[in-house]
């Protein structure tokens, strides 16, 4: 007769699992609190104390760490020996083993005193599991009643090895992910020398940055999905690069008190700007570049209205995202059967920045700085007054999340001119004023780096541009400052760099 131990913290579907296991004669042994759901229920499991002959130590610290237990899952059913050890100390082989462990996350991210905490650490069930999925050749692993149907369909004729594998290496990264979760706990350093990252997937994209690609979304926080994922209220299921955009507009937009509205296209800005309220905020967005605009990802900081919804939908977008959606904003939304909605709030940036590349991965902290322009060293003769700080302030908000060379171009603040992605800052420079055109008269520019010789400020001169914020810090700062002073423009230095490449 085949063996289950059943020892799960999450008990959800487990009784229907015990009652299928039993009716194909499989017998049970389960921990206490398992037993007693299944006794609630009418099951009969065997007490693991029946098994070990001993009680729960340490306050339940201690219960399935016992050679009878551990020999019954690890033992070598083709090995003589280890059968006749078995014998040896009246075990019987375990078959099955269905354990899931404390809850360790949901007590991180409720806020649980730290020593709540540390007995959420869980100990002997990461052995059951892990005991388990070493012996895959003959054991079978059940981590979370998703596999519990599928398993007991199955098992009416046996599970199949490649069945206990792939079991295994869901279990082996279970364990990995919730060793992750503790260790972050524990961190103490930015970049320690082992980093583990707790991923866990929480909706597959409908493809990656090409259809041949498959994707997925992964969260990082423990117990918070993605906003992105959480919030999808309509609209069909999001692409990679939908979800790439979409989080480069929402972080626009959270940078802003007033009401904000970012356009975004391949992770770049193709229209931004303030305004009295959302809908004239979105119109003066829109403005900027309506081409561009075309098919792009849309995010508001302000609940999304119906005279905002009527503009949204007079032409295609992919996203459009919002803390909150008036009622007849969200059915006139709804028409557009293909358009993603989604509601998602302020976005806070944690953690890391993830890139890889061959064979490795690039980490590093992810940029939450930031940069009071009131602070800024005003470098120049000129000074700016009043109107240019107000758009100083946007166009260095909006530069710092452009592709590098990034260049934006403010007035009123509104973005009128954008240059992003070039492999010289004047090539970006050249692209945005042409972008802005008589608009860049009298207006405002920010680049995310410094300025490498003159010629971006000659360049921004003759276009009109009134007031620059960069870096500096470049060799020639003098000469770039001296440009400034030679066309009147007023010049600001914010000490450090915003790359995004």
Known sequence: MATALLSVADKDGIDRLAAGLARLGIALIATAGTQRRLAAKGITATAIETVTGFSDLLGGRVKTLHPKVMAGILADRDDKQHLQQLAEIG?????????????????????????????????????????????YRHVAVLINSRQYDAFLAEAKKGSSLATRKRLAAEAFAYIAHYDALIAAHFRTEALPH???????????????????????????????????????????????????????ALA???????????????????????????????????????????????????????????????????????????????????????????????????????????????VQESDQLKIDISKAEKVSKAQPNAAHLADLEVAWQ???????????????????????????????VQIACTHAG?????????????????????????????????????????????????HGIAMLTTGTRAFRH
């Open 91 to 135: 075990a019987v082989p375990i078959d099955i083993v269905v354990a899931n462990l404390y809850p360790f996350e949901t007590a991180v991210a409720g806020g649980k005193p730290e020593a709540d905490i540390i007995e959420n650490i869980d100990i002997g069930g990461v052995s059951l599991v892990r005991a388990a999925a070493k012996n």
């Open 398 to 428: 909006v530069a710092r999340m452009l592709k590098s060379n990034g260049i934006a171009i403010v007035k009123g603040q509104a973005t009128v001119g954008i240059g992003a992605g070039q492999p010289s800052r004047i090539g970006s």
């Open 438 to 486: 008589a608009k860049a008269n009298g207006a405002v520019l920010a680049s995310d780096g410094f300025f490498p010789f003159r010629d971006s400020i000659d360049l921004a001169a003759k276009h009109g541009i009134k007031a620059i914020i960069h870096p500096g810090g470049s060799l020639k700062d003098k000469e770039v400052v001296q440009a400034a002073d030679e």
């Open 252 to 362: 626009i937009v959270s940078g802003f008190v007033p009401a904000a509205a970012a356009i975004v296209k391949h992770e770049n800005v193709c229209g931004f700007a303030l305004g009295q309220d959302i809908s004239q905020a979105f119109r003066r967005a829109l403005d900027c570049d309506k081409l561009s605009a075309f098919g792009g990802i849309i995010a508001l900081n302000r609940e999304c209205d119906s005279g905002t919804a009527r503009q949204i939908t007079a032409f295609y977008n992919e996203v459009v995202i919002a803390p909150s959606f008036a009622a007849e904003a969200l059915a006139a939304l709804k028409k557009k059967s293909n358009l993603r909605i989604i509601q998602a709030g302020r976005q806070d940036r944690h953690g890391y920045s993830l890139h890889t590349i061959a064979d490795g991965m690039l």
């Open 194 to 248: 082992y980093l583990g990252l707790a991923l866990r997937k929480e909706a597959d994209c409908r493809y990656g940055e090409n259809p041949h690609q498959q994707a997925a979304v992964y969260g990082l926080l423990p117990g918070i999905r993605p906003a992105l994922v959480a919030g999808q209220l309509h609209g069909k299921a999001m692409s990679y690069n939908n979800f790439a955009d979409s989080d480069t």
